[in-house]
């Protein structure tokens, strides 16, 4: 009988490691500690729940190191991808899910596997030798007795960093009136695709009366332990930002490019707040980069003076909690393994990759590298000219480990293309040839694994 492979953690990495391992035809133990030991930011018992958004972020697979990540992981039967593309919502050239309706799909599909066990209890400590092939994918809010022992045992110093979770709401709540639909610049195939967006414009009066609401809201408050723990730059609070400088929120989440407002259309917009669609019945809309530390009443206050906003229901507010992560440069070896304890292998967020699409892939790779690894198999990670391999190359060993911080995959991460048409200034060109090598190599690697 062929031993099972351990998974801890049920979420985007452990789902996806799971369901390429069962597809190799080798059993796996899911243990995922809900609904036994709940956390703060989880709403549901479900496996590859989606915490803070409901976006994979953009499906361009030509000139988008995201999109191209989306095309690996499609060629290699990923659940995620296909649960997404089942479940997808328009957002342009994004790919937006029905966050309810993907984790529930994913949740069906590995449960009613026959070669998938599911303990939902916790686990404290560093699996013993005797589980064999364990892959660690408990992601950034892995539990705090097994985060101790985990540093315990490897001897590093803890690095961590805050992410925060956006608000929610309900579409009838929203002020058709100023508000209107569309995806800026009108991208997309459909009309549905070039009205995923919902807009709230501001003038420039109102911007900054926002601006100086959320600088004197109040926020959440920090235990003396949590204080120094930096943010990470990809999902900054809103306050964080407005901290930066007054016009940097107008030049982030609220840019008023690409838009025209149907209302006013010859009054061009100070700054502009959008919405994105957060379910397939277009019930709840998500507000795009408004991941906010305020309290909830604050909230409320806060975000009621956005035009359209003032009198929304809120489905859920935002909120911030602490990630954790390991020094991956230098307590892993190239496949991902624990250089101290070769059995365990480590996948998701908890590695210092960020964003959903990110930790599957970790989670695609942790798996097929632990079934190749028990059939005797002796086969490398995929080259750092794929998505893939740009994001296992920086984690473990490509990034400085003094500096180590969490990464999105992006094309600074890829050896760079010689002779591209045009040179360096045509990045169209550029990323394209970037895509059209790690496609060729991402097929090579995967034909002979």
């Known amino acids: 009988m062929i031993k099972p492979i351990h998974i801890v953690g049920g979420g985007m990495a452990g789902s996806e490691a799971a369901w390429q391992i069962v597809s190799a035809g080798i059993p796996v133990i899911i243990h ?18 989606l915490v803070c958004s409901n976006s994979f972020r953009s499906d361009d697979d030509e000139s988008n190191a995201v999109g191209l990540l989306h095309w690996e992981m499609r060629s290699a039967n990923s659940i995620i991808m296909e649960m997404g593309d089942k479940h997808a919502l328009p957002a342009g050239s994004a790919l937006a899910v029905d966050r309810e309706a993907f984790s529930a799909s994913v949740t069906k599909k590995i449960t009613n596997h026959p070669l998938v066990t599911i303990d939902r209890s916790e686990i404290h400590n560093l699996p013993p030798e005797n589980w064999g092939h364990t892959i660690i994918a408990t992601g950034p ?22 992410d925060a979770i956006a608000p929610i709401v309900f579409a009838d709540s929203i002020d058709m009136s100023k508000a209107w639909m569309q995806s800026r610049y009108d991208k997309g195939e459909t009309d549905e695709e ?21 600088l004197d809201s109040e926020k959440t408050e920090f235990k003396d332990w949590e204080k120094d723990t930096p943010y990470f730059d990809g999902c900054l609070p809103i306050e964080v930002m407005a901290e930066r400088g007054k016009e940097t929120l107008r030049w982030g989440p609220m840019k008023p490019v690409g838009l025209t407002n149907p209302h006013q259309p010859t009054i061009k917009a100070h700054a502009v707040v959008q919405l994105r669609r957060d379910n397939a019945l277009g019930t709840l809309f998500n507000i795009v980069g408004f991941q906010t530390k305020m309290k909830y009443s604050e909230q409320t206050r806060v975000l009621s003076m956005i035009p359209g906003l003032e009198n929304a229901k809120f489905a859920r507010l935002g909120g911030i909690h602490r990630n954790t992560f390991i020094n991956s440069p230098l307590l892993l070896d190239d496949q991902m393994r624990l250089k101290t304890r070769p059995n365990i292998r480590f996948a998701g967020q908890i590695t210092g990759v960020e964003g959903y699409v990110e930790s599957a892939a970790m989670g695609l790779l942790a798996g097929r590298l632990a079934v190749a690894e028990s059939t005797g198999k002796n086969i490398k990670s995929p080259p750092n000219t794929t998505a893939m391999g ?3 190359s920086h984690i473990t060993g490509g990034a400085d480990a003094k500096t180590f911080q969490p990464m999105n995959v992006n094309f600074g991460l890829f050896p760079p293309v010689e002779n591209v048409k045009g040179g360096r200034r045509n990045r ?4 394209k040839a ?15 694994t």
């Open 428 to 431: 169209k060109d550029r990323y």
């Open 32 to 49: 995922e500690m809900r609904p036994s030991v709940e956390t703060f930011a989880h709403q549901t018992h479900d496996l590859a729940e």
């Open 390 to 392: 740009a994001l296992i």
């Open 194 to 214: 070039r009205t995923a967006y919902l807009n709230c414009p501001m003038d420039k009066e109102t911007y900054d009366n926002f601006i100086d609401a959320l």
């Open 141 to 162: 809010l892995t539990s705090k007795s097994l985060a101790n022992d985990i540093l315990e045992n490897t001897d590093q110093k803890s690095l961590a960093f805050f």
């Open 434 to 448: 970037y895509t059209d090598r790690a496609k060729n190599d991402w097929t090579s690697w995967l034909n002979n």
